[in-house]
C-alpha cells in the first residue's frame, strides 16, 4: 500500500493525522537532520497501523516534507 504523507518535523507534538485513505500528515518531534526525522516518520507509521518498522520504507522524497511511504 502507498501513502502519501506530508512530514512536520520539529513539532511540538508528534502524531499522524489521517486525511483520507492514502494521504496523512505526520509531526514528529525529531529534526530532519542526518535521517532522524525519516527514521521517526517510519516508526511512527509502523505504530500507527500496527506493523513492524521494517515494513515501512519511504521510497520517495527522503529529503522533501513530500514523502510517498510503502507499508508492506
Request: with cysteine.
Amino acid at each position: 500500500m502507498r501513502l502519501f504523507i506530508k512530514a512536520k518535523p520539529g513539532a511540538k507534538r508528534e502524531g499522524v493525522e489521517r486525511i483520507n485513505a492514502t494521504h496523512f500528515v505526520v509531526r514528529v518531534k525529531a529534526r530532519a537532520k542526518a535521517g532522524e526525522a525519516n527514521r521517526a516518520i517510519e516508526k511512527a507509521l509502523a505504530e500507527y497501523f500496527k506493523a513492524p518498522v521494517t515494513k515501512v520504507h519511504i521510497i520517495r522524497g527522503s529529503s522533501s516534507r513530500e514523502k510517498v511511504v510503502e507499508l508492506c
